[in-house]
């Protein structure tokens, strides 16, 4: 009797190995292909140019992106390639300067201010496409661990206007007008961090406005990203 019982066990060990090595398995296989994605960015930025002397930038210029972004796994490796579409912002204050940009200048110019503005500034939206090779500590979850990213973005410009709100009143001055600038925008980016926060910094790639158009300024920003889903 004894002896059957042992030969039972024997005949049943290598079954309940195979069976356990089976479902450990199965559970990495689903770790593997359900990681978190980093499917969804939000940068708060300070915004900077890359200008003429000539040209008075003051106060803290502040820029806003979202993406949402589909993230391609290379094989089972900690690299994935990711691409995306979004919107950027950005706000740049002027010092004591103003620009004339109207129907009948043929080229954007930063003149001194003819009102005595408490702040003017430009501001720019475009709806942009990301793009980013990226690398992580932890590939079975994202949201933990070393990341990092290397990519450019591509953007449209969507919309644009000047505002100056006048000293010591309530009065605001506002232009609508897209005349002189770049239609396109492209900038390389980066991103260095762990977990859902990293730092990043972009530069841009062409500039502000076209050539024989305008100054040539070269928008660049430096923030934080926030990641997660």
Known sequence: MIKRIALLALL?????????EVEKGSEKKATVQKPSRDFLMLQFNYEGW????????????RGFNAY?????????????????????T????????????????SYTRFVNETVNYK?????TAYLEAPFEFRVYGNRYNRNKGFKAAIGMRVGTLVGTHTKGREDG?????????????????FAATARIGYG?????GTYNLTNLY????????????????????
């Open 12 to 20: 049943l060990v290598p079954t309940m190995m195979q069976a356990q």
């Open 50 to 61: 890359v200008k003429p002397d000539s040209i008075k930038t003051t106060g803290i210029g």
């Open 68 to 88: 949402l972004c589909y993230d391609f796994p290379i094989k089972n490796s900690n690299f994935s390639f990711a691409a995306g579409i979004g919107i950027g």
């Open 90 to 105: 950005s706000n740049i204050y002027l010092d004591g300067q103003q620009i004339l940009n109207t129907d009948t200048v």
């Open 119 to 123: 702040k003017y500034k430009l501001t």
């Open 169 to 185: 009143t309530k009065v605001n001055y506002k232009n609508n007008s897209k005349k002189n600038l770049e239609t396109w925008r």
């Open 196 to 200: 859902n926060f990293t730092l990043m």
């Open 210 to 229: 076209k050539d024989g158009e305008g100054p040539a300024i070269t928008p660049y920003s430096i923030g934080i990203c926030i990641t997660g889903l």
